[in-house]
């Protein structure tokens, strides 16, 4: 059995070792493709693959059809919206994910680009603290639940809209739930996005819910890009001067972004939120875990697909 590490942007190495000694431990064999700058790379490596573990790479139809032997593909994360879900059902080809692992990377990373948002870029000018303002989640799922512990610390007050999760679950944690998305926004003054990017989600943070944010408001996203509209954030921000937008997704519009909003305006240049050493083991070790139990017990309990 072959397992292949397809990873544009690399693990750390101590999380890579840990992925070899557990593949290894079941007397499966480990193959690494790291860094790779052509889709053909990807695609002749997964040639004779069993089982594929990957982070943000693209796995479309046409990486399936070259994986002939693939059984499982993990993505050592959250998000799986860069699987073709029915392409891998078509080929029998089991999809998980790694829910949780990588949260408290994503949520710690939410608060340093908020303090470098409200303490104006570090520009010298006097900016705003964190404490006593309100904080819009949203989503409550893994990522959102961490940011609201760590909020806690800083002495925010809690706010969240998610339409899956029952409002006990946010009650029970201190956090005030929303009875919709526009009810969040409207609200607080900074909100942290953690939706994933679904037909649904796309697009969907736009003029109009911005538009509903108080006077120098900050956004957050180290979710997805295409849950942000960005022609509508490009309109918005052009004409609310006060508000600021960090994100962790380097969007489609960053040139112009940067052009029209410096000072205002900040993405990091490769998704940084699951780039820590603990995020990179959690997750990578979750997925060679997940892959061992998939061929020797047929366990499919982190199954995303049909
Ligand atoms: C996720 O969905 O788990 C995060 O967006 C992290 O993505 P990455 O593994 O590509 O950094």
């Keep these: 059995m072959k397992v292949l590490i397809a990873t544009d942007k690399p693990f750390a190495k101590i999380a890579v070792a840990g992925i070899r000694f557990e593949v290894e431990a079941a007397g499966f064999e480990l193959a690494l493709l790291e860094k790779y700058t052509e889709k053909q790379q990807l695609l002749d490596a997964v040639v004779d693959a069993d089982a594929i573990i990957i982070r943000s790479d693209i796995i479309d139809a046409e990486v399936i059809a070259a994986a002939k032997k693939m059984k499982i593909v993990v993505r050592a994360g959250a998000g799986y919206d860069n699987i073709d879900l029915d392409a891998a059902s078509d080929s029998g080809v089991c999809v998980m994910n790694t829910p949780g692992q990588n949260a408290n990377a994503v949520a ?16 010298g000018t006097s900016g705003t603290e964190l404490m006593g303002k309100k904080l819009g989640i949203h989503a409550y799922g893994n990522v959102g639940r961490n940011v609201a512990r760590i909020a806690k610390g800083f002495g925010m007050d809690l706010y969240a809209y998610d339409a899956y999760c029952p409002e006990t679950i946010m009650m029970n944690d201190a956090i005030k739930p929303m009875k919709s998305v526009e009810d969040l926004y409207a609200t607080c003054d900074i909100v942290s996005v953690h939706i994933p990017a679904t037909s649904e989600t796309k697009k969907s943070i736009n003029a109009a819910l911005l538009n509903l944010m108080p006077k120098g408001a900050v956004l957050v996203n180290t979710a997805r890009k295409e849950v942000i509209d960005e022609a509508e954030m490009v309109e918005f921000m052009t004409t609310h001067r006060d508000f600021k937008y960090v994100t962790d997704i380097l969007p489609g519009n960053d040139v112009e972004m940067t052009e029209k909003f410096a000072g205002r305006y900040f993405t990091t240049p490769k998704k940084m939120g699951a780039q820590t050493s603990e995020a990179n083991i959690n997750a990578g070790i979750a997925a060679a875990k997940q892959i061992v139990d998939f061929i020797k017990n047929r366990n499919a309990q982190y199954k995303v697909n049909k």
């Design 108 to 123: 710690e990373l939410v608060f340093g680009m908020l303090i470098y948002a409200v303490r104006n870029f570090y520009n």
